[in-house]
């Protein structure tokens, strides 16, 4: 019986989503072991650094004004503590409005000629910031900055999905995303650096951080243009066995999920499944911490006493371990194929982290710094595997770019959120801000069990459909991942 539904999977895929079998996909010879794995490394060679590299840039020039604001940005320019607030949670404000749209223009026109622009414009915006000099220039700099920054992220999350197979995609959103802890360890140390050149040629030092941090975005954004490749079809860095060994992986990978083309019908979908709802509500979770301890680590660590550089040099450690575990959790993901308790457990660590930081606010700076060396690990921990789930889960190139643009869009409210969350009133220890966020680490944890256990249950109903069922479940055009074909990863 269980043969019998095997055959009849495979003919229904192919008659009712119009997946032709070409002569040269029978002709198709399947790689050795030797040869795929050399292929993947060619990939990996090519593609992971250069990205992470980008996505360093970008994530030290979004949460550089933590830096800025240990180095007297608010002073110098008779900021309030709300206007501070206002100015970080603006950035993602614009972030959110154009992630959708930067998205769809990256499938239309090609990452080698999209993301070489929006670094042009999110370097000139963060270099023109060293010009600010009220709160309205900041509050201005900060949106356009946001707006600019939109088309990185979600393209390159999007991007990875289109070159590598879904049991490789954690532990290759882990190696670009552990560069946002490289930027936060190697930012604190930069800034700290930059710091010393206060008046130099009449600059103060949060100036000097604006513009010297721009200009490896600048830089880069034309050895983009040369270097990145667009999709694995038309990739010139391959050869032509190369790319059919690659195409023909993505295929199977997929099953019946195919579709390549754009369409409405996949756009909307994406805004129909409660799926990606799940996904956002884990994701803005898990999103809100991140990014108010990516925005205030240096200004909680100067509340446990450290002076304005030490606090910019303190900030490093934390990120350094969280990067070292933040791999290991997501190789781990791919090994095991499994993304639930790559969420959940990772979180664990976060909530105990900022329990400690509330409980431990009156036992001195070595327990509070250890505290938020193990929030960090925590929080940081749990991201690739996320990232990771829904553009394993999401079938359908339009569907998957649409729907990883608006979840990432969702997730980035929690940037506006996470802006708002450290008051200046709380200072030093910031209980109130450190509780609210073990409260969301709390529903990363429930959230994520939850759908964990909700798509097992439809792996397993899909399992156990009748011959007839399945024929009935897989007869309409552009199912994608509501194929009966389609196994999610939970």
């Known amino acids: 019986m269980a043969e019998k539904h095997e055959v009849v999977e495979k003919t229904t895929v ?12 029978l ?46 940005i608010t002073t110098d320019l008779n900021i309030s503590g709300n206007e501070y607030n206002i100015a970080l949670s603006l950035f993602f404000v614009g972030y959110v409005l154009f992630e959708v749209p930067s998205n769809l223009l990256l499938k239309r026109i090609g990452p080698s000629k999209w993301i070489p622009i929006v670094m042009i414009c999110w370097g000139t915006v963060m270099a023109a910031m060293a010009a600010c000099t009220n709160a309205a220039g900041l509050l201005a700099a900060r949106f356009f900055l946001g707006i600019t920054e939109a088309g990185l992220f979600p393209g390159v999350i999007f991007y990875l999905s289109l070159w590598y197979t879904r049991d490789q995609q954690a532990s290759r959103v882990a190696f670009f995303f552990s560069c946002s802890t490289l930027a936060g360890a190697f930012g604190g140390v930069l800034a700290y650096g930059i710091q010393q050149m206060d008046g130099i040629r009449g600059l103060r030092g949060w100036q000097w951080i604006f513009i010297i941090e721009a200009i490896p975005t600048l830089a880069l954004s034309i050895v983009t243009y040369f270097i990145l490749p667009d999709f694995p079809e038309n990739s010139k860095f391959l050869n032509e066995r190369e790319r059919e060994v690659v195409v023909q992986r993505l ?25 990606v709802y799940m996904h956002s509500l884990i994701y803005i979770c898990g999103s809100t911490p991140l990014y108010s301890l990516s925005l205030f680590l240096p200004s909680i660590i100067q509340g446990m006493g450290f002076t304005d550089i030490r606090a910019q040099a303190m900030s490093a450690p934390p990120y350094a371990i969280a990067c070292a575990f933040t791999i290991l959790v997501a190789i781990n993901a791919d090994r095991l194929k499994e993304r639930g308790l790559h969420v959940a457990l990772p979180a664990v660590l976060g909530i105990i982290g900022y329990a400690l930081l509330v409980a431990l606010r009156n036992k001195g700076p070595v327990a509070m710094y250890v505290a938020a060396c193990i929030t960090t690990t925590g929080v940081f921990g749990h991201i690739p ?62 959230f994520s069990l939850l759908f964990k256990y909700l798509l097992n249950k439809e792996n397993k109903r899909r399992d156990n459909l009748t011959d007839e069922e399945f024929k009935k479940e897989a007869s309409g055009e552009e199912l994608c991942d509501l194929h009966p074909g389609f196994r999610y990863m939970s």
């Open 251 to 275: 295929k199977a990978d997929a099953g019946p999920s195919t579709e390549t083309h754009f369409s409405w019908k996949q756009f909307r979908a994406a805004f129909t499944d409660y799926k």
């Open 385 to 446: 595997a996320m990232l990771s789930w829904f553009t394993t889960n999401i079938g359908g190139h339009t569907k998957r770019g649409v729907a990883t643009a608006f979840i990432i869009s969702i997730g980035n409210v929690g940037g506006i959120i996470g802006g708002q969350m450290y008051r200046a009133e709380d200072a030093p220890y910031y209980a109130k801000g450190n509780s609210a966020a073990c409260g969301l680490m709390c529903g990363v944890f429930v």
């Open 27 to 72: 002709d198709f010879v399947k790689p050795s072991p030797e040869e795929l794995k050399a292929v993947i490394w060619k990939l990996d060679r090519r593609i992971i650094p250069y990205l992470g590299l980008l996505y360093l840039c970008s994530f030290l020039d979004r949460v550089n004004i933590g830096n800025a604001k240990v180095a007297h």
């Open 14 to 25: 192919a008659e009712f989503d119009d997946i032709e079998t070409t002569t040269h996909e």
